[in-house]
């Protein structure tokens, strides 16, 4: 069954560095989404991407945070200087065209120290 | 816009006890709906989704929801805990006019008791 694979599933960075979590969607989705999931607490928006371009991002997505499809398979979430807030599970999502369901990765564990 | 309130952060039964999970919904559209179950450290699996076909939705594990339009609510439920039920269940709407991006409730830990 196809699914969407993330990687590194646990990465350890400290504050001020640049990160780069990385997704592969289901190979014929068009429709990508980063969510966040602060420790205990809900699964939240960040962005979705279509078409080479951002579609809709929540506040939580400021200017240090950028989207990228590097090539026709992966799908990366960059954090420029990562701060201790950003620790959290991040989650890549894909979606195909006419889907009603968003496919979940199993997430990227991010800790910063 | 579009949210989801799920009652109780918490929900404790027996083994054996039925499973009966809240979730309330607001959208002004047609939503799509969906249970994820998360257990510790681990990603989100889907249980089971309503996308406007029948109102009764099954999933795996022998889960089960209601949508019902008139309470605005996707309750989910299963008849005998198990054990392994234990852990975190999260409701979730999304919509086509929103992107179909999914927004998710705060989610209930479900602890059972021996």
């Known amino acids: 069954e196809p699914e969407v694979t993330q990687t590194p599933s646990h990465q350890v960075t400290q504050m001020g560095q640049e990160v780069i979590l990385r997704c592969v969607p289901i190979s014929n989705h068009l429709y990508f989404y980063w969510y966040r999931q602060i420790l205990g607490q809900k699964v939240e928006f960040l962005v979705s991407f279509y078409n080479n371009e951002i579609s809709e991002k929540s506040e939580i997505f400021d200017d240090q945070f950028s989207v990228e499809r590097p090539d026709g398979s992966n799908f990366t979430l960059k954090i420029r200087s990562t701060k201790l807030e950003d620790s959290a599970m991040y989650f890549c999502?894909?979606?195909?065209?006419?889907?009603?369901?968003?496919?979940f990765g199993q997430g990227t564990r991010l800790t910063v120290v | 816009a579009q949210s989801v309130t799920q009652l109780g952060s918490h929900v404790s039964v027996s083994e054996g006890a039925l499973v009966l999970l809240r979730c309330n919904y607001s959208s002004s559209v047609p939503p799509y709906l969906f249970w994820y179950v998360q257990y510790p450290n681990q990603g989100l699996q889907l249980l089971l989704k309503?996308?406007?076909?029948?109102?009764l939705v099954k999933g795996i594990n022998g889960f089960e929801a209601e949508f019902k339009k008139s309470e605005t609510s996707f309750h989910l439920t299963k008849p005998s805990a198990h054990m392994s039920d234990a852990a975190e269940y999260f409701c979730?709407?999304?919509?086509?006019?929103?992107?179909?991006?999914?927004?998710f409730g705060a989610g209930t830990r479900l602890f059972v008791k021996a």
């Open positions: 999502a894909s979606r195909g065209t006419g889907g009603t369901e968003a496919f």
């Open positions: 979730a709407v999304s919509s086509n006019t929103g992107g179909f991006k999914t927004i």
């Open positions: 309503y996308t406007s076909a029948a109102t």
